[in-house]
């Protein structure tokens, strides 16, 4: 068996066997010149070198399918995986009641199949609050884990190859949840949700709940400027007047550590307005803030590192505490690229941040809307816009085998990542060019953005 690694976690195991009937189902629907070359079966037992042969070879097959616009955004190859995400969980199919988190506490309670996907339980939860059809892509689903003041540390965004149920429900701890928020970056589009009573609410309840958790800075005057619409019930105006704050509409991302500007500063970054915000506490404690523009980053990589397990024989693999980096290569000045790096667990999260506000971003140049942006339910099929087309990386394979090699790059167990060929540059270092996730929103850089 091989494990599969979806964003940073266990998906599911799966077998040869298993995959290539995967490979078999997709050559039937494409075609054998658009599926690639899968790995063949072998006559004689595998000797060790030969099983890890096989698992790169079926890595590379894996990502070589995610990458592909029609096979990876598949309906063949998402159901594949999340019925192997439901086999591997043991949790059959059956009626159930799943609770999914407002951003003011409330819960909303939905009845769904355990073998619902990610766009069926956001489709159910609409449908519970009332929110119109053409609002539902302003919204997506996170997982969450719920800090002991309240506040929501963000796991990672909900995909369409996974189940909600069976995601939520294996981690068996009672601090993570499925939460409901806006997924856009553009304050703009505020505008469209609050046409709406339901997504005005939503907003609302959001917006009032950054503030209360110190996401969105507010001093005294705001502060009574606020409560005073909050006590009249003006929403829209309350909203409004969040709009001009700092930090509005922002991730704020649990405390890391950067080597900017110095090795081992200890940072508060936020997600929002198409850039990456650092408030750093220097070795001599100073605080010192700074912003790192999504248009400047030449590419980034998330990569991973697994300590060796000094434990007993007999300890779990699964242990192993792992580190992850996000790295992003940054226009410092008209010539000078320089790389940034962020200890973070929630590396991966803020890398998908990256990408979906190249998204936007790319999405707006076009001349098009946020409502393209998502993919829709049409008749029944899944429909993919033009910007969502971006090449998507693959799971990440491994094999259970705990003596395997310490050290592995997660940069492609990312989702909506784009991977661009680029060059290697000096400040590289051991990283490959695959590893990079490449930036096309920084290829419309002009002489005005620097």
Known sequence: AYNIHVNGVLHCRVRYSQLLGLHEQLRKEYGANVVPAFPPKKIFTLTPAEVEQRREQLEKYMQAVRQDP??????????FLRKAQQETQQIPTEEVVLEVLLSNGQKVKVTILTSDQTEDVLEAVASKLDLPDDLVGYFSLFLVRQTKDGAFSFVRKLQEFELPYVSVT??????????????????AYDDDVMEHRVGLNLLYAQTVSDIEHGWILVNKE????LKSLQEKVSKKEFIRLAQTLKYYGYLKFDPCITDFPEKGCHVVVSAGNNELNFQVRLPNEQIKEGSFKVTRMRCWRVTSSVPMNNGPSGSSPGKSEVKLELAFEYLMSKDRLQWVTITSPQAIMLSICLQSMVDELMVKKSGGSIRKMYRRRMNGALRRSDSQQAVKSPPLLDSPDASREPVAKLSSKLTSVSLRGISHSSSANDV????????????????EDL
């Open 70 to 79: 029609t096979l990876g955004g598949s309906e063949t190859f998402n159901s």
């Open 170 to 187: 294996s981690l068996h701890n009672p601090e993570f949840w499925i939460i409901l928020r806006k997924s856009y970056w553009d304050s």
């Open 222 to 225: 705001q502060h009574r400027q």
């Open 432 to 447: 490959g060019a695959n590893d990079f996730h490449g930036n096309y929103a920084f290829e419309g850089i002009g002489d």
